[in-house]
Nanobody, 128 residues
C-alpha cells in the first residue's frame, strides 16, 4: 500500500478555500516533522509548510504566510493544510511527507521523504 495518502484537492475560484489531508498507516507519524510540498509539471517539489513533531512550531513559504495553516493529529496519523484565499498561482499538485528538518524543507529543494516514498499527491487548481 502506498503511503501517505493525500486528499482534499479540487478546483476552486480565486478567493476560495480547500483543506488538504494526508494520512499515514505504517510510519511512526509522531516521530517526525511533517511537511506539505507542491510540484509543477517538470519541476522539483518545493516545501510549502512544515510542522514539528509535537505541533508547537510551524514554518511556511513566504508566498502562503497568512493564508495557509498546517496542523496535525498524531493520534490519527493525519496532517492537514487549510488553504484560504487561494490564488491562481497556488495551482499545483500537493504532496505531504515526513521530513528530517522543517527549516531546510522550506528553504531548499530535494526533500527526501522519510517514509521512503511519495504518495500520489492531490491536485489543487485555482481559476481566476
Amino acid at each position: 500500500q502506498v503511503e501517505p495518502v493525500e486528499s482534499g484537492g479540487g478546483q476552486v475560484q480565486a478567493g476560495g478555500s480547500l483543506r488538504l489531508s494526508c494520512t499515514f498507516s505504517r510510519l511512526s507519524f509522531e516521530d517526525y516533522p511533517m511537511a506539505w510540498l507542491r510540484q509543477a509539471p517538470g519541476q522539483p517539489r518545493k516545501g510549502v509548510s512544515c510542522i514539528t513533531w509535537d505541533g508547537t512550531d510551524t514554518y511556511y513559504q513566504d508566498s502562503v504566510k497568512g493564508r495557509f495553516a498546517t496542523s496535525r493529529d498524531n493520534a490519527k496519523k493525519t496532517l492537514y493544510l487549510q488553504m484560504n484565499n487561494l490564488q491562481p498561482e497556488d495551482t499545483d499538485e500537493y504532496f505531504c511527507a515526513a521530513v528530517t528538518d522543517c527549516r531546510s524543507t522550506i528553504r531548499y529543494l530535494g526533500v527526501v521523504p522519510r517514509a521512503g516514498q511519495w504518495g500520489q499527491g492531490t491536485q489543487v487548481t485555482v481559476s481566476s
